[in-house]
């Protein structure tokens, strides 16, 4: 009676299902159990069930026996490697082994049902490898890369560079930017990202001004800063989540800025020297009788104002003296053979900025 009652139910259903019978351990199953045992069916039907899983008997029978001695089991995952297609293979199965009783409590048999999970498992295991080596180049990358999930925006991972950026010492994975990183919610950064992930349009925009709390003690610092959403788009077209790619800029733009400050007054020095080099050519044609005087007067000058520069020099060395320039500049328009200027004073060094302005 309660065999037959199994039959009816086992065979009436799609699901994989075994009855496991009497002391010899008879196996009968159904047509989606009969799958499962790939080329040992239909070989092991009505046969003793160590026959058709010999190959895993070790792991099976402490379960099969548990079930004969009224021990019901249940597994979400069991791992076996089966040469059920005459090659071995790794199989994943949930199960549940329940022991099937007759009205006095004695135990009959055993009742199965079960699904196979090698597949799933396989693509779990492969999507975590992809996720892992996509993580290892994530972390060798020079700009910060984060992951978030879902409407909210979960970050659901950060690398090492990502971390800095924001501020070390913050615990991000599982909360929403908003939560993390609170500081950019009144810049509007949530906005873009909301439009990133209901558009599916990507967001790429350098030397962006944020305000950070990355500071030792959480204090406010104001970055520059190359960023990029991308979303992340399953294969129905669907957005899952947003890729953040980040370049911490501030010290590179910085000393950009500084070297264009630094071209721009070379510049402007550059013109007040060959102003200067006019004006001392001018006024020695101007006052000279013949060719031969002028050239060397303008060699003179010429040489007076390069140990001027020299001197410049030495003022960013600290090194300068105030007579030192105060020389430097009369000698352009005094006479050695008949001085007409003479110098006194104390006479101090003075740096390279007050060198300069002096000229």
């Not at 005087?293 to 010429?302: C, G, K, N, P, W």
């Not at 410049?312 to 600290?318: K, Q, V």
Request: net charge negative; hydrophobic share 40%.
């Amino acid at each position: 009676m309660e065999l037959r009652t199994l039959v009816n139910v086992m065979l009436g259903s799609l699901q994989p299902m075994l009855i496991v019978w009497g002391p010899s351990q008879t196996t009968l199953y159904n047509d989606g159990y009969a799958e499962m045992c790939g080329k040992r069916h239909p070989a092991a039907f009505g046969k003793p069930f160590g026959e058709l899983w010999h190959d895993i008997w070790d792991q099976v029978e402490p379960i099969i026996s548990a079930a004969y001695a009224g021990q019901g089991t249940s597994m979400d995952d069991i791992e076996f490697v089966m040469h059920r297609n005459g090659v071995p293979e790794e199989t994943h199965f949930a199960f549940s082994y329940t022991p099937v009783r007759d009205p006095w409590g004695t135990v009959l048999g055993m009742f199965c049902a079960c699904t196979e999970q090698t597949s799933t498992v396989a693509a779990r295991n492969a999507e975590r490898t992809l996720r892992e080596r996509f993580e290892q180049v994530f972390e060798l990358s020079p700009g910060g890369i984060a992951m978030l999930t879902g409407p909210n925006h979960v970050f659901e991972y950060a690398n090492e560079v990502y971390y800095s950026m924001i501020g070390s010492g913050r615990d991000i994975i599982g909360k929403t930017v908003a939560e993390a990183v609170s500081e950019v919610v009144r810049q509007g950064y949530i906005d873009i990202l909301d439009r990133v992930y209901q558009t599916g349009e990507p967001f790429v925009a350098k030397n962006l001004r944020i305000e950070l709390n990355r500071g030792t003690a959480g204090e406010k610092q104001d970055r520059v800063i190359d960023l990029a959403y991308q979303p992340m788009v399953e294969d129905d077209g669907k957005v899952i989540g947003i890729l953040v790619q980040a370049i911490d800029v501030t010290e590179l733009r910085a000393e950009e800025e500084k070297q264009a400050q630094l071209s721009h007054e070379l510049g402007h020095r550059l013109k007040n020297q060959l102003a200067m080099v006019q004006a001392i050519a001018s006024q020695t044609l101007r006052n000279s009788t013949d060719l031969a005087s002028a050239r060397v007067r303008l060699s003179d000058r010429i040489a007076v104002l390069s140990a001027a520069h020299d001197t410049i020099l030495l003022g960013g060395m600290g090194a300068s003296t105030v007579t030192q320039l105060v020389d430097k500049m009369t000698s352009l328009h005094d006479d050695p053979a008949n001085p007409r200027i003479t110098v006194t004073g104390t006479n101090i060094k003075v740096g390279s900025r007050p060198s300069s302005l002096s000229r």
